[in-house]
């Protein structure tokens, strides 16, 4: 039964990769690497095809409000930073109570994404959930090395 079960959520995967390696022709590196972590984690917390289809929803809501922080941060505090000698004291504590304010506002969503989940999936998958990021990181960290000559 086990096996079904793995055998349905492989292909389900492999038909999600295929339709988004297929459709994805405007960021083929990123969309790439997305399904790359879609499979990854379902993988390795073991999602049932029921708790895929509601956890990828809220993963994928917590990513796009993740990233669009990063992208606030990179906007207007790290461009500011290239030219740190035209900032003056007083901008500098604005750039740097702006930065705690966004540090803030990561913490507070990574705590409700971790909660919304744990509702869903069981601890034990919710804990697997970080460390299956963590280990994906690293891997395409050591990937991107690998094809770069050990650069």
């Known amino acids: ?3 079904m079960k793995f055998i349905k959520t492989m292909a389900f995967m492999a038909l999600f990769l295929t339709c988004n390696l297929f459709f994805a022709q405007d960021r083929p590196g990123r969309d790439k690497i997305k399904a790359l972590k879609v499979a990854f984690i379902t993988e ?15 993963y994928n809501e917590h990513e796009k409000v993740m990233e669009d922080l990063r992208i606030t941060e990179r906007t207007e505090i ?8 035209a900032v003056s004291g007083n901008e500098a504590n604005k750039l740097l109570e702006r930065f705690l304010n966004l ?3 990561k913490q507070a969503e990574n705590e409700k994404f971790i909660k919304k989940v744990n509702e869903l999936l069981a601890a ?13 990181k690293r ?5 991107y090395r690998q094809n770069r000559g050990g650069q």
């Not at 390795?44 to 809220?58: C, D, H, K, N, Y």
């Not at 790290?78 to 000698?85: G, Q, S, V």
């Not at 891997?139 to 990937?143: D, M, S, T, V």
């Open 139 to 143: 891997e395409l960290i050591k990937r």
């Open 1 to 3: 039964m086990k096996t």
């Open 124 to 136: 034990k998958k919710t804990i697997l959930l970080l460390k299956a990021e963590e280990d994906f």
């Open 103 to 105: 540090e803030a506002e």
């Open 78 to 85: 790290r461009a500011k930073l290239r030219n740190l000698d």
């Open 44 to 58: 390795r917390i073991g999602l049932t095809s029921g708790e895929a289809q509601q956890f990828w929803p809220i």
